[in-house]
C-alpha cells in the first residue's frame, strides 16, 4: 500500500562584511512530498435540451509529487542600499489511471444507447525556475529608488497521455471501439516570462507628520513568449472480443502486433501556436494624509498591451491575430479612522483582463467530460470595480472585516457550449456586460494567548473564519442556444 510522504530541509546564516559590518545572508529551502488518492468519479453531460449523452462511473487512481527549492541572498550596504538575489524551482508530477464504464455517445451523433468502457491515462509533468535580483537604493532623507528584474521559465509536458475505449455487446463482451478511439498524445509548453521594474519614491511633509505620506512613479515592464506544441498517434481497433476484468492494452498495442499488421497507427499533424504578449506600464501615484483620520491614495497606471498568437492547428485555417491597445487606468483610496479600534476604507479602480494563452488558440484539448477549444477572436475584458471595508481591530493581532464589493465587467469571457455537433466548449465574450457583487465576512480571534515571561514568547492558538456571498448578473447570448 503507497503511503503518502513529505520532507523537507533548510537552513541559513549571516555574516558581517568589510570595515562597516555590512550585513551578508543567505538561506535556502527544500522540499518533497508525494500523495496518493483513490476518486469514485460520476461524469454526466446533457445537451441544452436536457438529452443525456454521458452517464458514467468511474475510479480513479492519482499519484501527485511536489518539490521545491528556495533559495535567497541578500546584501545589505550602509543600513541605506540592498541588493538581493531570489532563486525558486517548482516541479510538480501529476499522474493518474481511470477507467469509466456507462453511456457515451457523442453530443449529437452516435445512438442514444450506446454504452462501453473508457481507460485513460495521463502525466502531467510542470517545471518552473524563478530568478530574480531585487535592489533599494536610499538617494536622500526623502528619496528612495527601487529597481528589480525576474526572470520565469515553465516547461509544461503531457507526454504520452492514452485513451481507449471499448464498446458493449450484447452478450455482454466488449469489443475496441473504432473511428480514431485508440490514441496517444504528446504534448510540451515552454514559456519565457520576463519581468522588469523601476520605481522612485519621495515622501511628502504634512501637517501630521504620516511617514505614509509620498509621492510615487514607476515603470514596469512584462514580456512573455508560449511556444506550444502537440501531436497525436491513432491506433486501429484489433479485431476480436475481449473481457473487461483484467484487460491488458500493452498485451494487444505492441511492437510485435505492429508489425505483424493486426493494427495500423496514422500520426495526426504537429499542432503548434505561439503566443507573444509584451505589456509596457508607466504609473504614477500620491498617499497623502488629508486631515487626522483621513488618508488618501490616488493614482493612474497607462498599459500598452502588444500580444499577438500564431497558430498552426487541426479543423481551424493558419492564422495570426493580435490584441494592441492602450489603457488608462484610474484609482482611488480612502481611509478613514473613527477611532484607534475602527477604520473605513473605499477603493474604486478600473482594471482589465487579458485573454490566457489557451483561451485565445484555437486549440482542442480533449479531456474525459470535455473538449474544449480557444478562440482567437476574443476580445479583453474590461472591469471597474468598488469596494467599501470596515475594520474593527479587535486587539494588534485580532480582526474583524466587513466587506462590500461591487464589479461591472464589460465582455466578459467565459467558456460555454457552442451547441455544435462536436459538443466543444469554447471561450466566447459571452456577454456585453456582467455585474458581480458580494459581501465577505472576515475574523481572525485569539483562543489561548499566553506570554512566556521567562523566554519572552508567545503561545497562541487562533481561529480564523472567513464567508462571503457572491451575486452575479449578464445575460449569456450564445449562436444555436437560446438567450438567458
Do not use: C
Request: net charge neutral; hydrophobic share 30%; proline share 3%.
Amino acid at each position: 500500500t503507497p503511503v503518502n510522504h513529505t520532507f523537507g530541509i533548510s537552513g541559513g546564516k549571516q555574516f558581517k562584511v568589510g570595515a562597516d559590518n555590512n550585513p551578508l545572508s543567505f538561506f535556502i529551502v527544500g522540499s518533497h512530498g508525494t500523495n496518493y488518492s483513490y476518486t469514485g468519479e460520476l461524469i454526466r453531460n446533457t445537451t441544452s435540451d436536457g438529452t443525456i449523452y454521458q452517464d458514467q462511473q468511474g475510479d480513479k487512481y492519482s499519484q501527485n509529487i511536489n518539490q521545491l527549492v528556495l533559495g535567497n541572498i541578500n546584501f545589505g550596504i550602509n543600513k541605506a542600499h540592498n541588493l538581493a538575489y531570489n532563486f525558486m524551482m517548482v516541479h510538480a508530477n501529476n499522474q493518474y489511471v481511470g477507467q469509466y464504464s456507462g453511456k457515451h455517445t457523442e453530443s449529437h451523433q452516435d445512438s442514444n444507447d450506446y454504452t462501453g468502457r473508457a481507460i485513460r491515462q495521463q502525466t502531467n509533468d510542470n517545471l518552473l525556475f524563478t530568478h530574480q535580483l531585487i535592489s533599494s537604493w536610499k538617494l536622500s532623507n526623502k528619496m528612495k529608488l527601487n529597481a528589480g528584474a525576474s526572470y520565469n521559465r515553465i516547461k509544461g509536458l503531457e507526454p504520452d497521455r492514452r485513451e481507449n475505449y471499448l464498446s458493449k455487446q450484447d452478450d455482454g463482451t466488449y469489443i475496441l471501439t473504432g473511428s480514431n478511439r485508440q490514441k496517444r498524445f504528446f504534448s510540451e509548453l515552454k514559456e519565457n516570462d520576463i519581468n522588469t521594474k523601476v520605481n522612485l519614491q519621495y515622501k511628502l511633509n504634512d501637517e501630521f507628520d504620516n511617514t505614509n505620506s509620498a509621492l510615487e512613479i514607476g515603470y514596469n515592464g512584462r514580456f512573455v513568449d508560449d511556444k506550444f506544441e502537440a501531436v497525436e498517434y491513432n491506433f486501429d481497433a484489433l479485431s476480436g472480443t475481449f473481457p473487461i476484468d483484467n484487460l491488458q492494452l500493452d498485451d494487444l498495442y505492441n511492437q510485435a502486433n505492429y508489425e505483424s499488421g493486426k493494427y495500423t497507427m496514422s500520426v495526426g499533424e504537429l499542432n503548434t501556436y505561439n503566443v507573444k504578449k509584451n505589456v509596457h506600464s508607466a504609473y504614477a501615484e500620491a498617499t497623502y494624509q488629508l486631515t487626522s483620520p483621513l488618508t488618501a491614495n490616488v493614482g493612474l497606471r497607462v498599459d500598452n498591451v502588444d500580444m499577438t498568437v500564431n497558430h498552426r492547428v487541426q479543423h481551424v485555417e493558419p492564422g495570426r491575430e493580435s490584441i494592441k491597445k492602450t489603457y488608462f487606468l484610474p484609482s482611488l483610496n480612502l481611509k478613514y479612522d473613527l477611532n484607534d479600534k475602527n477604520a473605513i476604507r473605499m477603493g474604486l479602480s478600473k482594471t482589465y483582463t487579458l485573454p490566457q494563452s489557451k483561451e485565445i488558440s484555437p486549440y482542442q484539448y480533449v479531456n474525459i467530460g470535455f473538449a474544449s477549444q480557444g478562440n482567437p477572436n476574443l476580445k479583453p475584458s474590461d472591469n471597474y470595480n468598488a469596494d467599501l471595508k470596515w475594520d474593527y481591530y479587535l486587539s494588534p493581532s485580532e480582526l474583524f472585516t466587513v466587506t462590500g464589493f461591487f464589479k461591472h465587467i464589460v465582455n466578459p469571457i467565459g467558456r460555454v457550449d457552442q451547441g455544435n455537433s462536436a459538443g466543444l466548449l469554447s471561450y466566447s465574450n459571452i456577454s456585453a456586460f456582467a455585474t458581480v457583487a458580494g459581501i465577505e465576512v472576515e475574523l481572525r480571534k485569539n483562543l489561548i494567548n499566553r506570554v512566556n515571561t521567562a523566554t519572552s514568547k508567545v503561545n497562541r492558538v487562533s481561529l480564523g473564519l472567513n464567508a462571503s456571498y457572491i451575486y452575479t448578473d449578464l445575460e449569456v447570448d450564445i449562436v444555436n442556444t437560446p438567450r438567458r
